[in-house]
Nanobody
């Protein structure tokens, strides 16, 4: 059974930074690509960043140069470092193994104030 626990969200002023964490269990973490998604109020959930098991990364255009995804395979944890946050980044953030399309955690709320 896949279990995902996101943490690190909070309230931050525009221009600030946050680091999200996602602890995964129930999968062979090191071989799985991991995704960060977000869902803003009234909008569809969107893919923000992806990291493969070997560490290759991809980002949505809206976060390139501001967000960095990384992973610690020894800790079965994936991170999302977010800098230069703006109000459009306000959303609930979720992590998910790329191959497990129906596995979601509870998410962590990020709220950016102007």
């Amino acid at each position: 059974q896949v279990r995902l626990v996101e943490s690190g969200g909070g309230l931050v002023q525009a221009g600030g930074s946050l680091r999200l964490s996602c602890a995964a269990s129930g999968i062979i973490f090191s071989i799985n690509a991991m995704d960060w998604y977000r869902q803003a109020p009234g909008k569809q959930r969107e893919l923000v960043a992806r990291i493969t098991g070997r560490g290759s990364t991809n980002y949505a255009d809206s976060v390139k140069g501001r967000f960095t995804i990384s992973r610690d395979n020894a800790e079965n944890t994936v991170y999302l470092q977010m800098h230069s946050l703006n109000v459009e980044d306000t959303a609930v953030y979720y992590c998910r193994p790329t191959a497990y399309v129906n596995s979601w955690g509870q998410g962590t709320q990020v709220t950016v104030s102007s």
